[in-house]
């Protein structure tokens, strides 16, 4: 009894770093949605009124940084945070920190610029 209880607190629970750098890069995406992400289907060629309306996401984009922000800010200290003590036999496939390390930093990356790029945009257009 005592056996399994250290082992399985030996194991560190990687579905948590996971779904927080999933929760990031979803939440960088839906930070672009405003203004970056038409601009960028819009010199892909993608033309119609829904590129229009994505701009109505303007309004939410300040709950989308508080979501992008928690699931980083929770993704980090998964990462970087404290390590788990080694485990006997019973581990689980290791996660490839450094792809969730890419992962993060470049969601991080996204939601920066999708932060300052409404306050950048007049100085580059002249308006």
């Known amino acids: 009894m005592q056996i399994d209880r ?3 607190a030996g ?3 990687e579905s948590g770093t996971r779904l ?3 929760g990031g890069i979803l939440g960088a995406l839906a930070m672009t949605s405003c203004c970056i992400l038409p601009l960028a289907f819009f010199s892909l060629g993608a033309t119609g009124a829904w590129i229009g309306r994505m701009g109505a996401m303007y309004q939410y984009r300040w709950y989308f940084l ?3 922000a928690l699931s980083l800010g929770y993704g980090f200290w998964k990462v970087y945070g404290p390590p788990a003590r ?3 036999n019973d581990c689980a496939r290791p996660l490839n920190r450094r792809v969730m390390k890419g992962a ?3 969601a991080s990356a996204v939601t ?4 300052v790029f409404p306050y950048l945009t007049p100085y580059f257009l002249g308006y």
């Open 66 to 68: 508080a979501f992008a």
């Open 112 to 115: 920066g610029v999708a932060t």
């Open 20 to 22: 927080a750098a999933a």
């Open 104 to 106: 993060l930093w470049s």
């Open 11 to 13: 194991t560190r629970d």
């Open 6 to 8: 250290d082992i399985s």
């Open 86 to 88: 080694a485990c006997d």
